[in-house]
């Protein structure tokens, strides 16, 4: 296997990392204002920040070049937005991650359900993330001759 698609693999991989995290984003939402465990909480803001930044890591590092190799498309524009809403993500990652640390840490001055919309607006927007960055590498593949896009 090539080495761009085995970095593919890996990403896909993250991929579903990143959603696994977001099921658990959204259990915590659902939960509250009561079940929610400190552990959980404390689990989830530790994994945050670290899972987000190697998603992006590797989508720059593997992703993008594939996009600017594929033929017949411009994707100049598109992959600086992309590179401008990965600055915005971390600020939300961390966001995120320090109110889950807060609250797991029983300290949280956000209610109920400012917490809920908070992790709501997180979860659905990485979703959103992991779906937009799936088609472009299924296009990106597509140019690129591969069969299993």
């Known amino acids: 296997m090539s080495e761009p698609h085995h970095r593919?693999?890996?990403?896909e991989q993250t991929y579903g990392e990143l959603l696994a995290l977001c099921d658990g984003?959204?259990?915590?939402?659902?939960?509250?204002?009561?079940?929610?465990?400190?552990?959980?909480?404390?689990?989830l803001a530790a994994s945050l920040e670290p899972l987000v930044a190697r998603t992006?890591?590797?989508?720059?590092?593997?992703?993008?070049p594939l996009l600017e190799a594929s033929q017949g498309r411009q994707w100049g524009p598109t992959l600086a937005r992309l590179r401008a809403e990965h600055l915005a993500d971390q600020s939300?990652?961390?966001?995120?991650?320090?109110?889950?640390?807060d609250l797991g840490s029983g300290r949280s001055?956000?209610?109920?359900?400012?917490?809920?919309?908070?992790?709501?607006?997180?979860?659905?927007?990485?979703?959103?993330?992991v779906q937009s960055e799936q088609e472009l590498m299924a296009m990106a593949r597509r140019d690129d001759g591969d069969a299993t896009a």
């Open 92 to 101: 939300a990652t961390a966001e995120v991650s320090e109110a889950l640390h």
């Open 56 to 64: 992006h890591r590797l989508e720059e590092e593997t992703l993008f």
């Open 8 to 11: 593919l693999e890996a990403l």
């Open 25 to 43: 984003l959204e259990t915590v939402a659902d939960s509250l204002p009561h079940a929610v465990t400190p552990r959980m909480c404390l689990t």
């Open 109 to 129: 001055a956000l209610s109920p359900d400012a917490m809920g919309y908070l992790l709501r607006s997180f979860f659905e927007s990485m979703r959103r993330h």
